[in-house]
T-cell receptor, first 114, second 113 residues
């Protein structure tokens, strides 16, 4: 069965600081990888996704993530965060074959202080 | 424009009293999903419909049922809610099952008294 680990549960940063949120998954086969964001009071929205090709993917609002297959990781990065990035961030994975249901990590709450 | 709509946004029910949550979509997507999300936890898939084909997760309690009368609507029925069923219930859709982004609704927060 696949699983997703997000080791940072709560991150507090000042504006303009750089961000890196960790995501590791366990699954032996080929996967699709996603980062979703949930702003306060809003629904889950797709930030970026990786299906194949260039392991460095760029998403909305200046976010990017790098898929490192050897490390089973898909870390999210942003060079300079803004107060409006305050949200909860979820990493998710589904398999190319077999059980294709989306498995989420437990989320990282990011708080950006002005 | 809203694409995945969930009603109501907040639902209060009594212990053991059946409750139905609804989801509708304007995307004409083939797949609809129901997730349960408890506080500070990851969304957990309960079941999904691929068109009319119902797929239940192995660990979804029998207390949870679903109906999809047409492409646009999907319902989550909780036959006898317990205190442990209080959670946010998320509906999502995708065009197909493979390599497809899921689009989420705002969720319905269920409170069981």
């Amino acid at each position: 069965a696949q699983s997703v680990s997000q080791h940072n549960h709560h991150v507090i940063l000042s504006e303009a600081a750089s961000l890196e949120l960790g995501c590791n998954y366990s699954y032996g086969g080929t996967v699709n990888l996603f980062w979703y964001v949930q702003y306060p009071g809003q629904h889950l929205q797709l930030l970026l996704k990786y299906f194949s090709g260039d392991p460095l993917v760029k998403g909305i609002k200046g976010f990017e993530a790098e898929f490192i297959k050897s490390k089973f990781s898909f870390n999210l990065r942003k060079p300079s965060v803004q107060w409006s990035d305050t949200a909860e961030y979820f990493c998710a994975v589904n398999a190319h074959t077999g059980r294709r249901a989306l498995t989420f990590g437990s989320g990282t709450r990011l708080q950006v202080q002005p | 424009d809203a694409m995945v709509i969930q009603n109501p946004r907040y639902q209060v029910t009594q212990f053991g009293k059946p409750v139905t949550l609804s989801c509708s979509q304007t995307l004409n997507h083939n797949v609809m999903y129901w997730y349960q999300q408890k506080s500070s936890q990851a969304p957990k898939l309960l079941f999904h419909y691929y068109d009319k084909d119902f797929n239940n997760e192995a660990d979804t309690p029998d207390n949870f049922q679903s109906r999809r009368p047409n492409t646009s609507f999907c319902f989550l029925d909780i036959r006898s809610p317990g205190l442990g069923d209080a959670a946010m219930y998320l509906c999502a859709t995708s065009r197909a099952k493979d390599q497809e982004t899921q689009y989420f609704g705002p969720g319905t927060r269920l409170l069981v008294l």
